[in-house]
Each structure stands twice: as C-alpha cells, then as structure tokens.
C-alpha cells in the first residue's frame, strides 16, 4: 500500500488523537473501515509487512493488564515497519512516584512519535493531550472508552452482515463498567444501527437512554431482537460492591448457552471482546459455536489498529 494513498484532504482522519468514538465522524469510521479491510488484505498475504512507518516511534504505554490489545497493537505496529518500544507500569518508576505526564515526557524526550496509551483512569489519554504533542492512541481508559476495540467490532460485523445501518445489535452484560459498551454505542449509532443494551439493572448506568439506546433485561429477548448479541465480561476487578447475588445466578439469568441460539429462528452472529469468563456470560459451547465470530475479532483487531496508526501517521 502507497503511505501517500491517504494523505489528501478529503481522506484523513478529523482527529490527530484516536481517544474516543465519541470524537469521530461518520466519515472518520468510513475511511478507517476502508483502510483496515485494504490491510486486512495484507496480513494475509505471505509477507505481511509494509514499509508504511518505517520512519516512526511508537510506545506502548500500559498501566493496565491487557493481553489482546497490546499485543494486537504491537504486531500492527511491526506490520507497518514502526519501531515499537513497550512500557508496563508494574517494574517502572510510577511505583517510585512518577506522575503520568513525567513517565510519558520521559518517554518521548527518546523521539517518540506515538503513544497508545492504556490507563486505569477514565479521561488519562484526554489530559495527556493537553500536554504533549505526540500522537495518542486510547487502547483504554478505564471504564469509559476503547475506541479501536469498537472500530475492530465494527469491521467484525460489517464482515458478517454488511452495512450496519437499520441492523439490531444487543450489547449484553456489565454495561456499567464497560468501556467496550460505550464506545461500541457511539461507534454503532453514529453508523445508524439500533442498540439494545440488556442486563442485570444493577450493571445499567441510568442515564444511557441517553445515549439512544433501548434497554432490556430479558436476554432472551434480547437475542431474539438482534442481527448480533455482543457478549460482555462482567468485570469484577472494578466492583467494589455485589451488583448482584452470585455469579451462579448472574450465569442462570444471563448466560448464553448454544441452545438458546440454536434455538432461535433466524441465523444470529455472537461477539466477545475477550478475555471470556467460560461458564458465566457465556458456555463453552456457545463461544464456539458456528455462531461465534471471537477469534475473527481478534484477526480483524491487527488490521483496524494498522488502519488507526497509519491515518494519525498521516496527521503529522
Ligand atoms: C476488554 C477491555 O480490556 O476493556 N478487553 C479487550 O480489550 N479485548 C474487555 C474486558 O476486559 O472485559
């Protein structure tokens, strides 16, 4: 792929930063979504890389655990030819006291051109690019957004069931601490789909209609609804307090096993972001099942985010 393909005016992004779909525009998604399938299309291709940024820095700055997304990100980045340095808070200087700012400025003092940045606090990306000039990437900010998670939701579905306008999409699980919820409502309502959110109430912020989505807390029907039901994990980690009695029974009332879709009567594509916790939101053998597209998330995760780096690239 030609790095200048993208570089005239009316192809680039509206944003030097990725830090949440809320900022995007309908045109924004479009061109990302048209430029991670032409790059889809390269990873498959028996040499995989591309010189496109052959001449840029790229930190991985993690202060949260994280398995697909950081490694997702890194392979973008070596697929487009960047040079990639990573930093995990655990063993670095934040255990000693250092700010956020001075870790990061510390870090692009070595040249850097780009930080994808996941942090525990939600809004950490937005200040940081109050602050430095380098390109951000929020790979998520605690429980508000995770654009690219979103962006690669997207193409996953787009990939199944075409244009997402007019299709039903249910979101189903911890709404309340789910930055993937969030940036998947703004990602699919700005492309015109209808989003169901379903869930205990207790995991249901109450202002979200807000957000033009409709609430169920009846998973059946929820899946009977919906062209796609994405299947969220409850996140424990972030309760501080029981939203609901036990995990047995959040899996009785809310669990998705294959025979509830078997069982449907029209074909449904199931979503997960990972990681998946086998046995609550979802069985074994729903999450492979034929109905499952998971690991084509995963694959299609590297070719959104080569899409994202390479048009902020272009930015600079
Ligand atoms: C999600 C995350 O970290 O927000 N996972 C991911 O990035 N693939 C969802 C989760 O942790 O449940």
């Known amino acids: 792929m030609e790095r200048t393909r993208f570089f005239d005016k009316m192809e680039q992004l509206s944003t030097r930063h990725l830090l949440g779909i809320k900022d995007l525009n309908p045109n924004d998604i479009e061109l990302i979504m048209a430029t991670a399938k032409e790059f889809k299309e390269v990873i498959n291709r028996p040499i995989k890389k591309v010189p496109s940024l052959r001449d840029v820095t790229i930190a991985n700055v993690f202060f949260e655990n994280s398995t697909r997304t950081r490694l997702s990100f890194e392979l973008a980045e070596k697929r487009l030819s960047a040079d990639t340095i990573n930093f995990s808070a655990s063993g670095s200087s934040v255990k000693k006291g250092e700010t956020l700012l001075d870790t990061v400025n510390n870090i692009l003092a070595m040249k850097v051109d780009m930080i994808v940045m996941r942090h525990a606090s939600p809004g950490a990306p937005h200040f940081l690019s109050n602050h430095i000039k380098a390109n951000i990437v929020n790979a998520g900010d605690g429980t508000h957004e995770h654009p690219t998670q979103a962006l690669l939701d997207s193409f996953s579905m787009q990939e199944r069931i075409g244009d997402l306008a007019g299709k039903k999409i249910a979101i189903i699980g911890d709404i309340l601490h789910s930055r993937v919820a969030l940036s998947n409502i703004f990602a699919l309502k700005k492309q015109g789909a209808e989003v169901m959110i379903c869930g205990p109430s207790t995991l249901i912020p109450r202002h979200i209609t807000a957000t033009g989505v409709t609430v169920s807390h009846d998973v059946r029907e929820a899946l009977a609804w919906c062209d796609v039901a994405?299947?969220?994990?409850?996140?424990?980690?972030?309760?501080?307090?029981?939203?609901?009695?036990?995990?047995?029974?959040?899996?009785?009332?809310?669990?998705?096993?294959?025979?509830?879709?078997?069982?449907?009567?029209?074909?449904?594509?199931?979503?997960?972001?990972?990681?998946?916790?086998?046995?609550?939101?979802?069985?074994?053998?729903?999450?492979?099942?034929?109905?499952?597209?998971?690991?084509?998330?995963?694959?299609?995760?590297?070719?959104?985010?080569?899409?994202?780096?390479?048009?902020?690239?272009?930015?600079?």
């Open 230 to 316: 994405n299947v969220l994990r409850i996140q424990l980690e972030r309760q501080q307090i029981k939203y609901f009695p036990t995990l047995r029974e959040y899996s009785l009332y809310f669990g998705i096993n294959k025979k509830m879709l078997d069982e449907l009567d029209k074909e449904i594509v199931l979503m997960h972001p990972g990681p998946i916790n086998r046995g609550v939101e979802l069985s074994s053998d729903a999450a492979d099942s034929h109905h499952s597209i998971i690991l084509d998330q995963v694959e299609n995760g590297v070719a959104v985010r080569m899409a994202v780096l390479y048009l902020l690239a272009a930015q600079n």
